[in-house]
């Protein structure tokens, strides 16, 4: 089974189409790149998956359950982290992880293996215990992946996870992405106009352009096709040949 | 209680009670506020009476008969003043002693008061109210050598009913007829004169709306900012994908709100309640609260119970109209300037209610007021207080219709797509350059 079937969506605000008759197949287990320039549908696209929008027309099912008509269903499988996301600033890092584990477990073990390992993943250690509002924009983007990871979703929806990040800790979320998807088997779909990231961290990518896929396979693969050394350059390549 | 909704509600409650701006705002503001203004109250009565106990006066005796030694008597004799009297033998020096001496006032008895009152014509005494701080101290110290003036004349009345009519009683000749007042209220009559009935009843009635206006607003104001906040902080997304129902986000985020503006309206009932004992135990505590049961007029427990169910109807109707409206906010900022607009129907039926009887407004004017879900708070209230439940009854259906009309229009809107996509906002329009 697909962990993402997409057919034929479309995505209308107004007049004005944000997602274009997009076709689009995740295998499980794969760590997918949605990779294209700002304003060309990946927001879009990844909010239709979450559930937060309604698909004008076409189809979208996660794990097999239809976004529209069982969309309380998908939520129990997916994680998503938006790209302009905050936390509580009045909680503790700590507290914010606990509140997040609640809705995924009944049990007080159970929140407190989800929290422990949620720390692990940010590695914000004693500075868990401080208030959201004091922490810097790049140790608010760790808690925030580390609350979208620690859940062991099914399916990782992550919005330019590394956005606001330092060279150092953006290393550091690729290799916990990576490991983590790997780990624990966790499907994970990302968007990034940093096609260095996708190159480093997806095992297949797809190309997305005014509202629709223009390409995708594997990174190899398509530098070799387009006789590229890197995923940007393919990127213009397909650009200029659409 | 489901364990996603305690969760939900537990953050907010923390979200909301950590945030200095609403605790500050909400919870301790209203304590300090009317703290301070009881105590200043307080605290200005008691300068007051301290400064009428020990007032210094100046007479100048022009006069120099019955009347001004008299009166000279009556000064010194005072039980209820010390009173510290300098005697200066002109108006002009009068003046002049002024600064020096301290002054509160300077009484001239005129060259020949004493004669005219002998003969039978009235005479006239002049008192000068010195006024240096324009505060409330002035005010009763003018007031309080008014009184003495007047206690003088009194007692000089009687002086003189007695000496032309000695056989009679000369206080009932100055007052041959007293009269006793009582009041009825439906089917009630009450040994209560109708003057403190009436100012017992208003300050009630001033109290009750104004204390139910500040409670809704909070609510409103809580509501508002509760969900504004999570536009704001980039956390709405994050919370509309976790496995909850979202009617269960929505009633979570109401309920933490209700929780902490009931917090808000207990702090303000109490330090309203200090403001009012302040104002109303003032000067010796001449004016007293009055139990108005005699007259029917109370709140039986199935009135509590009444008062209690509009109460709780109206908050949540408070929450749904806020979270109506603040679903399109941008940020808390936008959040509350758009919900700014709702308080005008809170506050208009308060100002009707507290100041003109609704029942003589034209028809048209009534339904339009009638149509204001609040209107139908402030009548309960007062229903209640009546003791008219047929009335509140209706009110409270009213209430049960507009508030569930609204909570479905607020989770319609809090489950669909349009928490994201529409953004609402109440900026002017730049106005035409002219060329």
């Known amino acids: ?93 700590m507290e914010y992880l606990r509140f997040m584990a609640s809705f995924y477990s009944n049990k007080g073990d159970g929140i407190d293996s989800i929290v422990k390992e949620g720390a692990e993943i ?81 095992t297949k990518v797809a190309l997305i352009n005014n509202g629709r896929i223009v390409e995708q396979g594997d990174p190899k693969g398509l530098m070799e096709k387009y006789s590229s050394s890197n995923l940007e350059d393919v990127f213009i390549k397909v650009s200029r040949l659409a | 209680m489901p364990k996603p909704l305690l969760n939900l509600i537990l953050k907010e409650v923390k979200e909301l009670m950590r ?55 009556f000064l010194q004799s005072n039980p209820r003043f010390e009173v510290k009297t300098y005697y200066i033998p002109s108006f002009e020096e009068a003046l002049k002693s002024l600064p020096e001496l301290n002054a509160s006032a300077i009484f001239l008895l005129p060259k020949g008061l004493s004669d005219n009152v002998t003969k039978g014509i009235p005479g006239q005494m002049k008192m000068y109210v010195v006024f240096s701080s324009l505060s409330i101290v002035e005010q009763g110290k003018a007031s309080m050598l008014q009184s003495m003036l007047e206690a003088y004349n009194k007692a000089l009345s009687l002086q003189i009913i007695s000496s032309e009519l000695p056989s009679s009683n000369p206080l009932f000749v100055s007052n041959p007829i007293s009269s006793r ?48 906040i999570e536009k704001e902080a980039k956390t709405l997304e994050t919370l509309l994908t976790l496995p909850v129902n979202r009617l269960t986000i929505l009633v979570g985020k109401l309920s933490g709100s209700l929780f902490v503006a009931l917090l808000g309206t207990v702090a303000y009932m109490f330090g309203f309640n200090y403001y009012m ?20 007029i109370t709140v039986t427990p199935i009135g509590y119970v009444l008062l209690g169910i509009v109460f709780f109807i109206s908050i949540v109707a408070t929450l749904a109209l806020a979270v109506s409206f603040s679903v399109f906010s941008e940020d808390v900022r936008s959040a509350q300037n758009s919900i700014s607009y709702i308080y005008i129907i809170i506050i208009v039926p308060l100002l009707l209610f507290m100041f003109i009887d609704i029942n003589t407004l034209s028809l048209p004017a009534q339904i339009a007021l009638y149509a ?62 002219e060329l």
Not at chain 1, 5 to 33: H, P
Not at chain 1, 138 to 157: E, T
């Open chain 2, 181 to 228: 007042y009582y009041t009825y209220f439906k089917g009630n009559v009450a040994d209560i004169p109708p003057q403190l009935v009436a100012s017992t009843i208003s300050t009630q009635m001033m109290m009750m709306p104004v204390v139910i206006m500040i409670m809704l607003m909070t609510t409103m104001t809580m509501a508002a900012t509760a969900v504004a």
């Open chain 2, 19 to 73: 945030d200095p701006k609403i605790l500050v705002g909400t919870v301790l503001m209203p304590l300090i506020m009317f703290g301070v203004l009881g105590s200043v109250f307080s605290a200005s009565i008691s300068s007051t009476e301290e400064a009428v106990k020990n007032l210094s006066l100046i007479v100048v005796d022009e006069d120099g008969g019955v009347i001004s030694s008299s009166f000279k008597s």
């Open chain 1, 122 to 202: 940010s590695g914000l250690e004693d500075r868990l215990k401080d208030k959201v509002k004091t922490y810097s924009k790049g140790m608010k983007r760790r808690l925030l992946v580390a609350r979208a990871l620690m859940i062991r979703p099914k399916l990782a929806i992550l919005d330019e996870p590394t956005s606001g990040l330092d060279v150092y800790y953006a290393h550091y979320v690729r290799d916990i992405i990576k490991d983590y998807a790997k780990r624990r088997g966790v499907t994970v779909l990302l968007s990034s106009h940093n096609m260095l990231e996708v190159q480093y961290v997806c």
């Open chain 2, 277 to 296: 004992n302040s104002l109303l135990g003032g000067f010796g505590g001449g004016q007293q609260t009055l139990d108005l049961s005699s007259l029917g």
């Open chain 2, 372 to 433: 204001i879900p609040f209107t139908h708070t402030m009548n309960a209230t007062r229903e209640i207080l009546l003791g008219n439940y047929q009335s509140v009854l209706f009110n409270i259906l009213y209430l049960v219709v507009f508030t569930v009309v609204i909570l479905y229009i607020a989770a319609k809107l809090f489950t669909t797509e349009k928490v994201f996509t529409t953004k609402f906002t109440l900026k002017r329009r730049p106005a035409k350059k």
């Open chain 1, 1 to 93: 089974m697909n962990a993402i079937d997409i057919e034929n969506l479309v995505k209308s605000f107004g007049t004005k189409k944000a997602v274009d008759r997009l076709f689009l197949q995740v295998m499980e287990n794969e760590i997918f790149g949605l990779i294209g320039p700002n304003g060309a549908g990946k927001t879009t696209t990844l909010r239709i998956i979450a559930t937060l929008l309604k698909p004008t027309s076409g189809k979208v099912s996660i794990f097999g359950h239809d976004v529209v008509t069982e969309s309380e269903k998908v939520r129990e499988l997916i994680s998503y982290l938006p790209e302009e996301s905050g936390a509580y600033n009045n909680l503790s890092g």
